[in-house]
């Protein structure tokens, strides 16, 4: 299992700025970065569906690691699923605003 990378710092815009006057990548894009994040939300979901049947077959004899794999898998859906309420949420806030 991989760990979670920090969050880049920001970086003034002042070295950044190119010949044309458009800011110049500092980072991965964030499209990437929710790519990113939803592969790992999806391993951790497959890592539990096999902890899970693993655990019914009789493969498993530990209990507790079959219910951290569903517990990670259900508080990474539950983040995934809260954060997305959230920018629909301000995009909706946006969409509703007068120019």
Do not use: C, H, W
């Not at 710092?9 to 990113?36: R, V």
């Amino acid at each position: 299992m991989s760990s979670i990378s920090a969050i880049a710092p920001i970086i003034p815009l002042g070295p950044n700025i190119g010949s044309l006057g458009e800011a110049q990548k500092a980072g991965p894009d964030f499209s990437q970065f929710l790519t990113d994040a939803l592969g790992q939300v999806d391993a951790l979901q497959k890592n539990a569906d096999e902890a899970s049947l693993q655990l019914a077959t009789g493969q498993v004899e530990d209990l507790s690691t079959v219910m951290v794999a569903l517990e990670k898998a259900n508080l990474s859906l539950s983040l995934t699923v809260v954060t997305r309420d959230k920018v629909l949420d301000a995009y909706n806030q946006i969409m509703r605003m007068q120019i």
